[in-house]
C-alpha cells in the first residue's frame, strides 16, 4: 500500500458528460501528479501540483483540469467525456516540488466512457 | 517515434530463469533511468533508479544504462511467480517529468 488513495476505483459514464477524481496523497506528501495510462499510449503525465499550486503540465486536454486544496488532496475533472478517454487515471504523490523525488502511485481510477 | 520504446510482450518464462527487459530511448538529455514494476490492478512502483549510465544492482534485479546505444535493460534473476507484473522503464532530463515506455508483460510460470 501506497499510501495514496483515489476514488472511485471504477467509473462508467456517458459520452458528453463530466466525472470528477479525487486523490489524496500520503501523508506529509505536497506534490500530486496525475497520469492517464491507455494500452495505445502506455502511462502519460498530464499535470503536477505542488501545495496547491499548479507546477507543470503535459499532455493534458483542454477539457480536462486539476486543482490541489489545502488540505493537499486534488480532483481531477474531465468533461465533454469521449469514448478515447476510457483509461486508467493514477495520481502520484511526492514530497517535494521536483521530478528527483519518488513518486508514489495510487490504486488508479478505472474510467470506462460509453 | 515515442520518446521511449519497449516491447509491450508478453513475455511467458519459467520460474528460476534470467529475465532480461530492455527499452530504447530517442531523447540524448535523457540522464535519469527508471524501472517501475506494475501488478495488476495496482498503480506503478519504483523499482530501481540509474543516474547516466552504468549498472546498478539491488538483490535479484540489474539495472543497465547504455548511454551510447541509448539502451536501458533490467535484469532479474532467480525470477519468482511473484514477479509476474507489467514492467515500465521511464527517463527524463533535468527537473523534467517522467516520460514512460508502455511497459512490457511478464509472465514467471511455476
Known amino acids: 500500500d501506497s499510501g495514496v488513495t483515489q476514488t472511485p476505483k471504477h467509473l462508467i459514464t456517458a459520452t458528453g458528460q463530466r466525472v470528477t477524481l479525487r486523490c489524496s496523497p500520503r501523508?506529509?506528501?505536497?506534490?500530486v501528479y496525475w497520469y492517464q495510462q491507455s494500452l495505445d499510449q502506455g502511462l502519460q503525465f498530464l499535470i503536477q501540483?505542488?501545495?496547491?499550486?499548479?507546477?507543470a503540465k503535459g499532455n493534458i486536454l483542454e477539457r480536462f483540469s486539476a486543482q490541489q486544496f489545502p488540505d493537499l488532496h486534488s480532483e481531477l475533472n474531465l468533461s465533454s467525456l469521449e469514448l478515447g478517454d476510457s483509461a486508467l487515471y493514477f495520481c502520484a504523490s511526492s514530497v517535494g516540488r521536483g521530478w528527483t523525488d519518488t513518486q508514489y502511485f495510487g490504486p488508479g481510477t478505472r474510467l470506462t466512457v460509453l | 517515434q515515442k520518446e521511449v520504446e519497449q516491447d509491450p510482450g508478453p513475455l511467458s518464462v519459467p520460474e528460476g530463469a534470467i529475465v532480461s527487459l530492455n527499452c530504447t530511448y530517442s531523447?540524448?538529455?535523457?540522464?535519469?533511468f527508471m524501472w517501475y514494476r506494475q501488478y495488476s490492478r495496482k498503480g506503478p512502483e519504483l523499482l530501481m533508479y540509474t543516474y547516466s549510465s552504468g549498472n546498478k544492482e539491488d538483490g535479484r534485479f540489474t539495472a543497465q544504462v547504455d548511454k551510447s546505444s541509448k539502451y536501458i535493460s533490467l535484469f532479474i534473476r532467480d525470477s519468482q511467480p511473484s514477479d509476474s507484473a507489467t514492467y515500465l522503464c521511464?527517463?527524463?532530463?533535468?527537473?523534467?517529468?517522467?516520460?514512460f515506455g508502455k511497459g512490457t508483460r511478464l509472465s514467471v510460470i511455476a
Open positions: 531523447n540524448s538529455a535523457f540522464q535519469y
Open positions: 501540483y505542488y501545495n496547491g499550486e499548479e507546477r
Open positions: 521511464a527517463s527524463r532530463s533535468g527537473n523534467t517529468p517522467l516520460v
Open positions: 501523508s506529509g506528501d505536497l506534490s
